[in-house]
């Protein structure tokens, strides 16, 4: 398993969406579209503004939104599904149940 480190302890996850919005058309509704984020949701003000904003606008478009947390303290963000995996050799029948009822929730 690959693990990420994030040295200055801060995430810009609005331009990660955006990126991904552009590459993959997220907000473009026609096909099943599912945008999984995994963090603990600790962003700086400005950042959980901006992408509660950009979250807003992929759900309205119908895009799943999944919020992958590895622990049950983080912050919750809004517009999503909350998937809590605690531990790693129960990770993929918490992911696919928790993608699956995003999917459906989304339509």
């Known amino acids: ?9 801060t995430e810009t996850p609005t331009k990660a969406v955006d990126a991904l919005d552009a590459a993959l058309g997220l907000s473009r509704p026609g096909a099943a579209r599912l945008l999984i984020l995994a963090t603990d949701g600790l962003f700086l003000p400005e950042e959980s503004d901006s992408v509660t904003q950009r979250l807003a606008r992929l759900a309205e478009s119908g895009c799943a939104l999944l919020h992958l ?4 303290r983080g912050r ?3 517009h999503t599904s909350l998937a809590v ?12 149940k928790a993608a699956t009822a995003a999917l459906r929730a989304a339509r």
Do not use: E, H, K, L
């Not at 947390?69 to 049950?72: D, E, G, H, I, L």
């Open 1 to 9: 398993m690959t693990t990420f480190t994030a040295r200055d302890y």
């Open 69 to 72: 947390a590895f622990s049950p």
């Open 76 to 78: 919750r963000i809004v």
């Open 85 to 96: 995996v605690t531990d790693p050799a129960a990770a993929i029948d918490v992911i696919s």
